[in-house]
């Protein structure tokens, strides 16, 4: 008999284990990922912008596009740490698989609706009394409530891919609610309370649970999983390149004011923003912007 791997336990799924179809290859994340490929949340997204509408024009992102342009990003990320820690047995070992950042990645905007925090803040002042509405707390009610792959059970995801995309892990009700009448507070809703205290249960001590669901940063949970900051630095990453592509292309600002602004802020890099390349302009805008994009997480202005 083969060794289970390593995150046996995290491999577990909400509600009910299932046994894989005769002749399936794919492990329990390959699986994860296929249903959120195939949900008709992953669909949606194509109707969902950040600021303009769908009907502007055929050159701008959608949430569907950042959110497979993220997953590219995060499996890059993933590749370089495979590398950096090929001989850390250990780290190696517990290091998120590919299925795993796709789906994380894939996942990471089900819940956001359309027009940025502004459509967030619209639902969340009509909401605040009965529980409120946070983009990132509909994203975990939609893979484990909504999503009807099953009967209100979401996608039945497993534990480690709940963890992956639980960036805000404390509940709505810790905070004070007239503070927040009109922007939500990162959280999740408490109806999702039971399948967060499932997903925390088996692997953390009740130390670390604690430390992990209450600890806050500038009124923002301070902890989250390896496989959550994988994919929130590929989401930052991928933004924010695609945000100076799209501003150039539509003629918001011109090629000369982006390089300029960022000489300006990424002093570090000198020259190598905006020189000369045999490759034409927008090939090059893309090319510079992501090898600064990383400094832009510093500056996010998404959740």
């Not at 994340?29 to 949340?41: F, K, V």
């Not at 975990?140 to 999503?147: N, Q």
């Not at 039945?156 to 507070?185: E, G």
């Amino acid at each position: 008999m083969p060794e289970p791997p390593i995150d046996e336990p995290f491999r577990k799924r909400f509600c009910h284990d299932e046994d894989p179809r005769p002749d399936d290859e794919r492990d329990e994340y390959g699986r994860d990922r296929a249903r959120i490929i195939h949900s008709a949340a992953f669909r949606r997204l194509q109707a969902k912008t950040q600021v303009m509408g769908v009907g502007e024009g055929d050159y701008h992102r959608t949430r569907l596009t950042h959110s497979i342009e993220a997953a590219q990003v995060g499996e890059g990320i993933l590749a370089v740490l495979e590398r950096r820690y090929r001989d850390h047995a250990q780290l190696k070992n517990w290091l998120p698989s590919r299925d795993l950042v796709l789906a994380a990645c894939y996942a990471h905007d089900l819940g956001h609706p359309p027009f940025g925090h502004g459509g967030e803040r619209a639902l969340h002042s009509r909401m605040a009394a009965c529980g409120g509405f946070e983009g990132n707390g509909q994203t975990l009610r939609i893979l484990t409530r909504l999503e009807k792959y099953s009967d209100g059970q979401g996608i039945i995801p497993t534990r480690r891919l709940i963890l992956a995309i639980l960036k805000y892990p404390v509940p709505y009700s810790q905070f004070d609610a007239k503070m927040h009448l009109t922007k939500p507070p990162k959280c999740y809703f408490d109806t999702e309370q039971e399948i967060v205290n499932w997903a925390l249960d088996h692997p953390f001590t009740t130390a670390e649970q604690h430390t992990f669901t209450t600890a806050l940063t500038d009124g923002k949970p301070a902890h989250r999983s390896l496989d959550c900051s994988i994919m929130e630095c590929a989401d930052d990453v991928a933004y924010a390149v695609h945000d100076l592509e799209d501003i150039v292309a539509r003629r918001l600002v011109s090629m000369d004011e982006v390089l300029q602004a960022l000489q300006g802020v990424f002093k570090e890099f000198g020259e190598r923003i905006g020189s000369a390349q045999k490759w034409n302009p927008k090939r090059r805008l893309c090319t510079r912007s992501y090898g600064i994009a990383s400094g832009f997480r510093t500056r996010s202005r998404r959740s």
